[in-house]
Structure formats: structure tokens, C-alpha cells
């Protein structure tokens, strides 16, 4: 049987449609992992909500690296909003994310760790949305392309069922040359832009990247 493939950019423009007709904006608990990829979610979303941000990502490493994409996102919406955008910084903890991806520690990127990582990161930050009654909650990361925006819409849906009655926004910020977008806002603000997804794994991999790239471009030289 052939699974119709769900345009989540569809959905999103749909209900934001639905939104912009109410007299008060909803609130949008919005969950970001980094300047970068917040810069074109944020410019779309805050037209229709009263956003508050949330940097829950215990999964960034080391600590240092935590700290720099924080203040980064904090320079850029102090910048971008005039300081009128609260954001929640959630505690460093990568023990947290280590307990949570124990025994696949050795999967590639993409694969079951970096699934575990994401359930993890969206219900950190959806459990404070809806203990702290927004309306709705959503996430930037489906503006990467390195993000399977069907999978995070697929794990915000299943923790809508736990957490209702804050909504979860279903988008694909992706879609309509989001990421492109988004990357043209960061350099206009000068925002620092990571070359590793986040956690020690994927440091590894890009530090073996390199100098597998040096290593070619010294034998070619």
C-alpha cells in the first residue's frame, strides 16, 4: 500500500491562516537549537503568536559550545525583536542526553541516536509548554535539511496526545527556500554557525571529516 507523503507546509499555512483571523494572538512555546536555524521560523511565527523561545538542547557538547549557541540566539532576538521575545534557557546536562541514547553510541548520524535525540529535545521542551499553559508548541529544526521534518512532525504529533491541550503547530519551515532564507538572515546578523549538529558523536565525525579532507587535499597538492 502506497502512504501519501503529508505536505506539513500545507498544514502550517492552513492553520496560521485559521489564526491570523482571531482578535488575540495564541501563545507558541517555540523549542530552537540554534541562532541559525531560529532566524526564518521566527520571522514567519512571530506575525501570528506571542512566541516565547525555548533552548532545550542538552544534547550540545561541551558545555562551552552549549553556552556560545545560546548567547548567539539571545544576541539575535534581543537584535532582531527589540528584546521583545522572552526566551527559557533550560539547565546544561549532557548526562541527560548520554542516559537517553545509551547502546547507540556507535549508530551513524541519522540514524536511532539522532531519532532518540530529537523525542528527547521536543519533550523536554513540550512538557514546559504545556506545564506552563501555551496554546501551542513547535519546533525550528524542521528548517535543516539535515532534519527529517516528517519524522520531528511525526513525534510532535504523538506527544500532542500527551500534552493537550497545548497544540502542536505542524510545519516544514524547510519548504519555500526556508533554509536558505534563514541563512541569508543569520549573515546579515553575523550569527555564529556551528559545523556539528551538536552532540560529542557528531564533533567526532566532523573532526574525522577534516582530516580525511586534508588529507586528500595535501595528497592532491
Known amino acids: ?50 512566541v516565547t523561545i525555548g533552548f532545550f538542547n542538552p544534547n550540545i557538547y561541551p558545555e562551552e559550545e552549549y553556552f556560545k549557541r545560546f548567547n548567539e540566539l539571545k544576541r539575535f532576538v534581543k537584535e532582531y525583536t527589540n528584546n521583545e521575545v522572552k526566551i527559557i534557557l533550560n539547565e546544561y546536562n549532557y548526562q541527560t542526553y548520554l542516559s537517553q541514547i545509551k547502546g547507540y553510541e556507535k549508530e551513524k548520524e541519522g540514524g536511532k541516536r539522532c531519532e532518540i535525540c530529537h523525542r528527547l529535545r521536543l519533550e523536554l521542551s513540550y512538557k514546559y509548554a504545556y506545564d506552563h499553559h501555551f496554546d501551542y508548541f513547535t519546533s525550528v529544526m524542521t528548517v535543516s535539511c539535515k532534519k527529517p521534518s516528517s519524522l520531528l512532525n511525526e513525534i510532535g504529533i504523538s506527544l500532542e496526545k500527551k500534552y493537550l491541550p497545548t497544540k502542536y503547530l505542524q510545519a516544514d519551515f524547510k519548504k519555500e527556500n526556508g533554509q536558505l532564507k534563514g541563512i541569508q538572515i543569520a549573515k546579515e546578523y553575523n550569527l555564529y554557525r556551528q559545523n556539528y549538529c551538536g552532540c560529542s558523536f557528531s564533533l567526532e565525525a566532523r573532526k574525522e571529516f577534516e582530516k580525511l579532507k586534508m588529507q586528500i587535499l595535501n595528497k592532491n597538492s
Open 1 to 50: 500500500m502506497i502512504q501519501t507523503k503529508i505536505n506539513y507546509n500545507e498544514i502550517f499555512k492552513k492553520e496560521i491562516n485559521d489564526i491570523s483571523k482571531l482578535k488575540t494572538k495564541p501563545t507558541l512555546f517555540l523549542h530552537a537549537c540554534c541562532g541559525p536555524c531560529l532566524t526564518y521560523p521566527l520571522s514567519i511565527l512571530i506575525k501570528y503568536f506571542n
